[in-house]
């Protein structure tokens, strides 16, 4: 695949296609760079080798990503590029035969001019050194440290609104950087208090607006020192009543969780089916929302969305060039720009919305089966 992406986009496909696959790849590249991450790190988190290659992949074929980052969307050229490839070497852990990472080459550009190229001299005195990316090493990325920091911003967002609700239930190792909300009330909590009370009083906003009767949203510690989201809703007593998060519906936690990201800083954003949960009526508005606050200020941002959702899709704000569709073959998965397809292109010029157009395409071939089954 190769593909554009603007300062929205839209990954639409049917079940299993690679939506979350695409995220993921992006992902990658952070978890490589992070501290105390690493490419086997990142490979290993993900089954080794042999679970990251495609299903209809060739036997013992290599890995690639390549990544153009640029400063704004309309660029001709990028201010940089990373590309890394990596093959998988057997070896035995803990009495499993597993596929380890080894690099096949990792290049940096800066505005077009080569300024890593590996395999290099040392590598090829000492192969054991392309286990290991320079990208995730201080010491020898300092010329593109900017690409590693960049990479290491990256937020990605699939709440669960059980795992907020009961955090210890769900403690222990298996959360990296916690995208399903185990962690969301100590971020907030942790945000400097100009911050959080600006943000918290623009999701009380939010929250007036989609959930019936709420009033105000506060975030406070109990005896033991854990924070706490609370509400106030009004109603027919004087002084209305009061919830903690742990009785929110789960629309209201996943509105909450998506309005903390979206308010962030300006790194990108990649959000995982933001509808579930939600009332339609809401989900037809998050297109214009995620504008809103992501691209109406100072600091921009760029958000990258998977979405099954007519409702979401149906929003006239949305640019045929903003969608990215999966299109699944016996080959793997075709990744293109909607407008990049000619049939789709001419149906949205001729006044079709986006959902009109694409959810013929992505649905399963025999659905209209479905409800026969037996």
Request: aromatic content about 6%.
């Amino acid at each position: 695949m190769d593909v554009e992406l603007g300062n929205r986009a839209f990954v639409v496909g049917a079940n299993a296609s690679g939506k979350s696959n695409f995220l993921d790849a992006i992902r990658f590249l952070r978890d490589i760079a992070k501290p105390g991450g690493g490419l086997e790190t990142a490979v290993r988190d993900r089954g080794w080798v042999s679970k990251i290659r495609s299903l209809a992949a060739r036997s013992n074929s290599n890995v690639e990503i390549e990544v153009h980052l640029s400063s704004s969307a309309d660029q001709e050229k990028p201010d940089w590029k990373y590309a890394v490839s990596f093959n998988g070497v057997s070896k035995f852990e803990k009495s499993q035969r597993v596929s380890k990472p080894k690099l096949v080459f990792e290049k940096v550009w800066k505005n077009d001019a080569l300024i890593l190229d590996r395999p290099n001299k040392q590598d090829k005195d000492d192969p054991e050194l392309l286990t290991q990316t320079h990208l995730q090493q201080i010491s020898l990325n300092p010329k593109f440290r900017v690409v590693a920091d960049f990479l290491v911003s990256i937020t990605y967002l699939h709440l669960v609104p059980q795992i907020l609700r009961h955090p210890t239930a769900f403690s222990g190792s298996g959360l990296p950087d916690d995208p399903y909300g185990h962690d969301l009330l100590e971020q907030i909590a942790r945000t400097p208090e100009r911050t959080q009370k600006r943000f918290l009083e623009r999701i009380e906003g939010a929250l007036k607006l989609a959930v019936p009767q709420l009033k105000e949203l506060t975030i406070s510690k109990d005896a033991m020192g854990i924070p706490h989201l609370e509400a106030k809703y009004e109603h027919w007593r004087p002084r209305g009543a009061k919830q903690r998060e742990d009785q929110f519906s789960d629309g209201t936690l996943r509105m909450i969780g998506l309005l903390w990201a979206l308010l962030q800083a300006d790194s990108v954003l990649l959000l995982e089916e933001p509808e579930l949960s939600l009332h339609a009526s809401i989900v037809d508005k998050l297109p214009a929302l995620i504008h809103r606050l992501t691209q109406n200020s100072k600091r921009k941002r760029q958000v990258i969305l998977t979405t099954h959702s007519s409702d979401l899709l149906s929003e006239r704000g949305i640019d045929g060039g903003e969608i990215i569709v999966l299109l699944p073959n016996k080959e793997g998965t075709q990744v293109k720009r909607a407008t990049s397809i000619k049939e789709i292109k001419h149906e949205l010029e001729s006044g079709f919305n986006v959902a009109e157009v694409i959810k013929p395409r992505t649905e399963p071939r025999n659905v209209n089966q479905l409800p026969l089954f037996t």
